[in-house]
Nanobody, 116 residues
């Protein structure tokens, strides 16, 4: 059994920052790519950022230069530092991990609302 616990969402004004966290636990023998996705009501779940086992990161174009994804020393906790937030960043943010040779698991999601 595995678990992903996300935290850090909330309501913030445009131009401000938030940091999301995602902690993995449980029967994880190999932990590969972890990613942050976001979804608005009626929309699809889109990739925002991902970090590979070697800590290389990639970002979706709308967030490049504003968001930074990182991983702690254990590799089991990832962060998404979101700066200069815009109203269009409002969404539910989900963490996903790829682990144990081809398995994937999603977190429960955390709401981020950017509004004045």
């Amino acid at each position: 059994q595995v678990q992903l616990v996300e935290s850090g969402g909330g309501l913030v004004q445009p131009g401000r920052s938030l940091r999301l966290s995602c902690a993995a636990s449980g029967s994880i023998f190999t932990l590969d790519t972890m990613g942050w996705y976001r979804q608005v009501p009626g929309g699809q779940r889109d990739l925002v950022a991902q970090i590979f086992h070697n800590r290389t990161t990639t970002y979706a174009d709308p967030v490049k230069g504003r968001f930074t994804m990182s991983r702690d020393g254990s590799g089991r906790t990832v962060y998404l530092q979101m700066n200069n937030l815009k109203p269009e960043d409002t969404a539910v943010y989900y963490c996903k991990m790829n682990y144990n040779y081809g398995r994937e698991y999603w977190g429960q999601g955390t709401q981020v609302t950017v509004s004045s």
